[in-house]
């Protein structure tokens, strides 16, 4: 319904007011307005046993935030060339559309919402500061925090568990017994955050750890004495992996092609769900001498030709499971300001059928790029069993 917009404004301004008032959000643009930021949130918080109204406001880059006392006076902001604005009661939800014409068309909803008065709310992790790998593993301090120089790694397992938990959902129900093998493993941070986090959903880890590093391997072994965990570790290249029944396969900056060789280890060796994270990539940078029109426009200038190589080289790598029946996804699993190599490939094999687009579009950027992927090398006897496309 249409009403007057200073009637609407004032009738929004008594909903943030009242005691049933959860949260009210100020966004979009009006017509010949320019709004101070993009997007303004307010919602009541509790302060030393005092509530107060805090208004976090966005320019799309960073937020601001403030507290005011309640008896702030929010007319201005709601007049400040906002076009949508809504408050939110515990039952009913209140909007405005501001019209080219400047009218307010409004609307009324009916909700059953609860006020949250938290003021710093914690995100919730997947494995706590305080849980017994990360003291093991140097990454905490006495009181069980996670140490300053070792918050981004942390930060990293966290959004990685995050990750791998939704892609294993209802994955592995009718079984007893998980199998997990982390290739490239490193100093373990993934490994032992993955056994840890599963422990106590299956009756049985089986856990392996490959890097060809040996003082990796006898680092791993001290970490898992330590802990009392049941998992192995080898020093062997990706490639050399003795192959083994597997659920859940990993690799983290697996550098250039031993991230192929750890999803061709994954897909010989039957994983359900494969976790990559490349790093460095060269194998296709070596192969493209000329490009296609009109990227010829992009790979003209070296970064950027770089940058789109590396990109293709992931695409390809997707397209390829794909191929093979998995569902795939290419996510950032971590902020670049933690790492620059934050790009994962998370696959679960479903046996979808394969569509006659995705065999097209494949055969099609190789034969325009004239290259062929290392992983398809490795992969062409499965990619001509389940595609009919094989190496080209």
């Known amino acids: 319904m249409k009403i007057e917009l200073p009637l609407a404004i004032a009738q929004i301004n008594a909903r943030i007011k009242s005691e049933q008032f959860v949260r009210a959000v100020l966004s979009g643009q009006r017509r010949n307005m320019q709004t101070e930021y993009e997007r303004v949130d307010i919602k009541p918080v509790l302060i030393k046993d005092e509530i107060k109204l805090q208004i976090v406001s966005s320019n799309g880059k960073q937020d601001i935030t403030k507290n005011v006392e309640l008896d702030f006076d929010f007319t201005s902001l709601l007049n400040n060339g906002f076009a949508n604005l809504q408050a939110d009661t515990t039952t009913e939800s209140y909007s405005i559309q501001i019209s080219k014409k400047d009218e307010a068309i409004v609307s009324v909803g009916k909700v059953k919402l609860s006020r949250d008065l938290t003021h710093d709310r914690q995100k919730e992790r997947m494995l706590a500061e305080s849980n017994q790998i990360f003291k093991a593993l140097d990454m905490s301090d006495l009181l069980g925090r996670i140490k300053p120089s070792k918050m981004d790694k942390y930060k990293q397992v966290d959004e990685f568990l995050r ?26 941070y993934l490994t032992f955050g993955v056994g840890e986090y599963f422990k106590d959903k299956y009756k049985n880890i089986v856990i392996l750890g490959v890097d060809e590093r040996g003082e990796s391997k006898e680092h791993n072994e001290r970490i898992a ?48 769900v494969i976790m990559a994270a490349p790093c460095c990539m060269h194998e296709l940078q070596t192969q493209i001498k000329e490009s296609p029109e009109p990227w010829g426009l992009l790979t003209k200038y070296g970064l950027v030709k770089e940058r789109l190589i590396d990109l293709m080289t992931d695409s390809l790598r997707a397209q390829i499971l794909k191929l093979l029946g998995y569902r795939v996804d290419i996510v950032e699993f971590i902020g670049g300001e933690h790492t620059s190599r934050n790009i994962l490939i998370r696959a679960v094999k479903t046996g979808a059928p394969v569509l006659d687009i995705d065999k097209k579009r494949y055969k099609q950027m190789l034969t325009d790029w004239q290259i062929k992927p290392y992983l398809a090398q490795l992969l062409t006897d499965e990619l001509k069993a389940a595609a009919g496309v094989g190496s080209i």
């Open 225 to 272: 004495s330590k802990l009392n965990i049941d998992a192995k570790f080898i020093a062997a290249k990706i490639a050399d992996t003795p192959n083994q029944k597997v659920d859940i396969a990993i690799a983290l900056h697996a550098c250039d092609t031993a991230t192929d060789d750890a999803i061709f280890w994954a897909v010989k060796n039957g994983a359900k």
């Open 163 to 188: 990750l791998l938990a939704q892609a294993v959902d209802g994955q592995f129900t009718n079984q007893d017994q998980l199998s997990v093998v982390d290739l490239g493993c490193g100093h373990a």
